[in-house]
């Protein structure tokens, strides 16, 4: 009887189940992503990053005088922007009915703009990738319709072009001429391309080899062989300007390596010789271990010039914390919040608590509930359940808003940035892919350096960088590159600064 | 002689306050889900006819339910949700599809995203390269947006614990397909499938063999190449040599295993001998506290039962046997239950026989009568099944029959901006 009793509520409590599960469900997705930490394998999205070369933003003049032409295409700053090149590791057995093992290669630009009525999505730029994959012994040195010319130590062997004209891109090979998938993702302004792998001499990539990459833009021509279009003196509705003379180069943007380069020099010059950037394809065992963002610093100096600054940031770092609280004359508020940096939470909160009870100064009031927000967070990250930690989170943030919002007013800018800094640092440690908060962070780094001003242009730096780095975080590396830029006027007065900018080439 | 009405309460089925009771509780559960006017419908001019839509497809599953448990025919009104969930779930999938991407095929750019929606049927060939490399083999969302890994498998896990490989006819929005086709002819014209028992475990190979190919290429193999539902749903861009095959074989596996096998066997042959989430799901259904039994007092070996059960999962050795469960692969449909002369099947509870209910036992009281029609294993089933079937569907039936509207409205099926 019992057992049957059993039973019986087990099944009937199954079937409330159904609407519960349901909506219970729902709310559980973002957190069992966070819990589980599975991700999607990315040879869906063309394999693991071998490298990322960075190249500045806004330096897409050519010679350093070039401008856009008139065209609507070109009203936006950037179409033929270069920031980032990167190599793929060699997909040789690709997933997804993919027809055949390749290798790709993504170039992102400052902007890019879909046309669904063009063949391949967007318009305007005419990108080119010249690849030397044999040594100096083979290849060519002449680049068509450019107005450069490779180095003669890498001539290249391989060519690929990137324009609106039809929806694969081109690739020329010393065995004749093909045409390539290309997948144009405008949310990452970044275009790829999809070298193929079983095509007479591309095996020479794999395993070991020295690659030397020239990666360059300039505006289509569809009407021209060449496909660059050359600048003129002066800019018209359909062609760019500021060039000195008929014979200027005819590339926008190129991508140099780390060193003392200088595009405009390069471009300007009478031989226009470019300098390649490197790649070593590691052997697919050493693929993960050899992988490496942001190459353009050379191996010695990344492992000599960073491991330097590394231990100066560290060392910074000790300093900036106060070993003693009781030996500084520090006021409630002050010691609540460097109790909250040490990690003292509960310490910290019955201070802040009081505060937020008891204090009739709206600024107080106004931090110490933005720290009880933080404290939300921490509680939060310090959950075992997804569940409830996004919960507290999402609370956190609620009262730091609010907080913020008491005293954004010209009397309270000490606390306003204080409780900037604060909320900041809540949304850049709280996983992008539930709350995506990195942007709101980098917002309030931004803004917290510009309340700091040049007096302190430690702290300013600080705030730059950290702004830099919640943007890459939030995948819009054209405002990451320049906050990296300004902060890069500041490096001396920072150790931690220096190190960061120089970990991406800066 | 009067032919019953669908709300005429036959062997089975429940007394009247009894199917008021459960009735008023599924409407709740279909106006919770599914309440008109709570979508945002774009046009002004459609509104109307988009709420339209909604209380259509709610008091559809609403008859039918009701239907269900009046008349205790739960393989007919079964099968007519069933099938109706598949045909009103493709249409609007398709047209999603066209209207966010711009076409019905899988591009590389979908793939690259991780754009590509998530299915049940894939979840097996995943399994393993998740617990081995934390990675998903599926160009999906892991949660964010539609279609995404853990809402699959959030449902997924949520329908099993109750339904078990009752998923396969009540839940699925594939099966709806041979399950319909299998009741286009009245007689079997192939008995292929009644001389070969041994082809109900098929599908279990197939299992087998696409778990173990999918692990070395780190791929969902049957995914990209022996899916019959892509045909309906969408497939891989015809680019080569390589996608061609692969769409040959899936619209070749599509026309043999969803149409004409079940057409010609009146079996389900794609989801009782093909489909390898079918045969996980068997598996896994041991989770469910519901099964099929036998009640072998009443039952006169007649062998209807083994004829008519469309995915094998009854033979003749079960009943000679006397076991009081059918096989592995039992889908809960229901058709043996219904079609049993003696009434000597039913659904029933773990370790618990239930053979019995709605005997008329003048001398029992009404209430106690009441609450045992109500916590029987078949009302659950009943209920779970069409409860589950309803919340998979309703956004796509619903667009379904808006998009219908529109389509003699506007002069086109697709919607700008979606719906």
């Not at chain 1, 065992?285 to 010695?300: A, K, P, Q, R, Y």
């Amino acid at each position: 009887m019992i057992k049957r009793l059993i039973v019986r509520m087990h099944a009937v409590s199954m079937v409330f189940f159904v609407s519960g599960s349901f909506i219970l469900g729902s709310f559980l997705h973002g957190p069992l992503e966070v819990w589980t930490g599975i991700t999607v394998s990315p040879e869906f999205s063309g394999g693991k990053v071998l490298y990322r070369f960075r190249d500045a933003y806004g330096d897409d003049t050519g010679e350093g005088s070039y401008v856009y032409p008139e065209h609507p295409l070109f009203e936006t700053a950037g179409v033929l922007d270069l920031l980032y090149y990167t190599v793929y590791e060699p997909q040789l057995y690709p997933p997804w009915q993919s027809i055949q093992p390749y290798w790709q290669l993504g170039i992102t630009l400052a902007h890019l703009k879909e046309y669904p009525g063009t063949a391949a999505g967007f318009r305007g730029p005419v990108i080119r990738i010249y690849l030397d994959v044999s040594g100096p012994k083979t290849g060519s040195l002449e680049m068509v319709g450019t107005g450069v010319q490779a180095n003669p130590s890498a001539p290249w062997d391989w060519m690929v072009q990137i324009d609106e004209s039809q929806d694969t891109a081109r690739l020329v090979l010393p065995s004749g001429e093909y045409r390539i998938p290309m997948i144009v993702i405008p949310e990452q302004r970044t275009i790829y391309v999809r070298i193929p792998l079983d095509l007479s001499g591309t095996e020479q990539i794999l395993a070991g080899a020295v690659i030397n990459h020239y990666v360059m833009t300039g505006v289509y021509d569809p009407f021209a062989p060449e496909s660059f279009q050359p600048a003129a003196r002066f800019p018209s509705f359909s062609r760019g300007g500021g060039a000195e003379s008929r014979d200027s180069s005819r590339v926008w943007d190129i991508m140099l390596p780390s060193g003392d380069y200088c595009q405009r020099e390069i471009l300007s010059s009478k031989h226009r010789i470019i300098p390649p950037i490197q790649t070593v394809m590691p052997n697919r065992s050493e693929i993960g271990v050899g992988s490496l963002e942001f190459t353009n610093f050379s191996m010695d100096q990344i492992e000599h010039g960073l491991e330097t600054l590394a231990t100066a940031a560290k060392q910074e770092l000790n300093v900036l914390v106060p070993k003693n609280l009781h030996d500084s004359e520090l006021s409630d508020l002050d010691t609540a919040i460097h109790l909250f940096h040490l990690g003292e939470y509960e310490q910290a909160r019955n201070l802040f608590t009081e505060m937020y009870t008891n204090s009739e100064n709206i600024g107080e009031t106004a931090v110490a509930g933005g720290f009880l927000g933080c404290l939300l967070a921490v509680d939060g990250g310090r959950s075992s359940s997804p569940f409830t930690a996004m919960q507290l989170v999402r609370q956190g943030m609620e009262k730091l808003n609010e907080a913020i919002e008491m005293v954004d007013d010209e009397l309270h800018q000490q606390e306003l940035l204080i409780l900037l800094t604060a909320r900041a640092g809540v949304a850049e440690s709280v996983p992008e892919s539930v709350f995506g908060l990195r942007s709101r962070a980098a917002q309030d780094y931004k803004r917290a350096a510009d309340l700091v001003g040049p007096d302190n242009p430690r702290e300013r730096a600080v705030m730059l960088v950290r702004s830099a780095i919640a943007w890459e975080e939030a995948g819009i590396y054209d405002k990451a590159d320049l906050m990296f830029m300004i902060a890069s006027v500041y490096r001396e007065t920072s150790a931690a600064v220096a190190y960061e900018l120089a970990k991406r080439g800066y | 002689m009067k032919r019953k009405g669908i709300l005429d309460k036959g062997a089975g089925g429940v007394s009247w306050p009894s199917s008021v009771f459960l009735s008023a509780a599924m409407a709740l559960h279909l106006f919770f889900f599914n309440t008109p006017g709570a979508a945002d419908f774009g046009q002004q001019d459609m509104k109307i006819l988009a709420q339209g839509a909604a209380w259509a497809y709610n008091l559809f599953v609403l008859i039918i339910f009701t239907a269900m448990m009046r008349t205790g025919n739960t393989a007919l009104y079964r099968r007519i949700l069933f099938v109706a969930i598949a045909l009103l779930f493709f249409p609007t999938f398709i047209a999603h599809l066209v209207e966010y991407r711009g076409q019905m095929t899988v591009t590389a750019e979908d793939v690259f995203q991780n754009n590509v929606p998530f299915c049940h049927i894939v979840l097996p060939m995943t399994a393993v390269p998740l617990a081995l490399t934390r990675t998903l083999i599926f160009p999906a969302s892991i949660s964010q947006g539609y279609a995404s890994f853990f809402s699959m498998l959030t449902i997924w896990l949520a329908a099993t614990l109750i339904l078990g490989r009752g998923w396969c006819s009540w839940v699925c929005f594939y099966g709806g397909w041979d399950d319909g086709f299998s009741r286009l002819k009245k007689k079997a014209v192939l008995k292929l499938l009644d001389d070969n028992e041994r082809l109900r475990y098929t599908s279990f190979a197939v299992l087998i063999f696409t778990v173990l190919a999918s692990l070395p290429v780190m791929s969902a193999v049957y995914c990209e190449w022996m899916c019959p539902f892509k045909m309906v749903t969408e497939y891989a861009e015809v680019t080569g040599f390589q996608s061609t095959l692969a769409f040959l074989l899936t619209a070749f596996l599509f026309f043999a295993l969803t149409l004409l096998l079940p057409a010609l066997t009146r079996k389900r042959t794609q989801c009782g001998c093909f489909c390898p989430f079918g045969a996980f799901q068997s598996l896994a259904g041991k989770l469910s506290p519901f099964r099929i039994n036998i009640d072998h007092t009443r039952c006169v070996q007649c062998m209807k039962c083994v004829r008519i059960c469309p995915t094998l999962s009854l033979s003749s050795e079960v009943i000679r046997s006397k076991r009081s469960l059918p096989l592995v692969s039992c889908t809960l449909c229901g058709e043996c239950i219904t079609g049993c002369p003696k009434q000597a099947i039913d659904y029933a509870l773990i370790c618990h026989s239930s053979i019995g209910r709605h005997q008329d036992n003048q001398k029992s009281r009404r209430f106690g009568r009441f609450m045992d029609e109500l916590t029987h294993p078949r009302t659950l089933v009943q209920f779970a099944g069409t409860a589950f079937g309803f919340i998979i569907s309703s956004g796509f039936a619903v667009g379904t029959i808006y998009r219908f509207f529109h389509l003699v409205l506007h002069g086109t099926f697709f919607i700008e901006g979606g719906f």
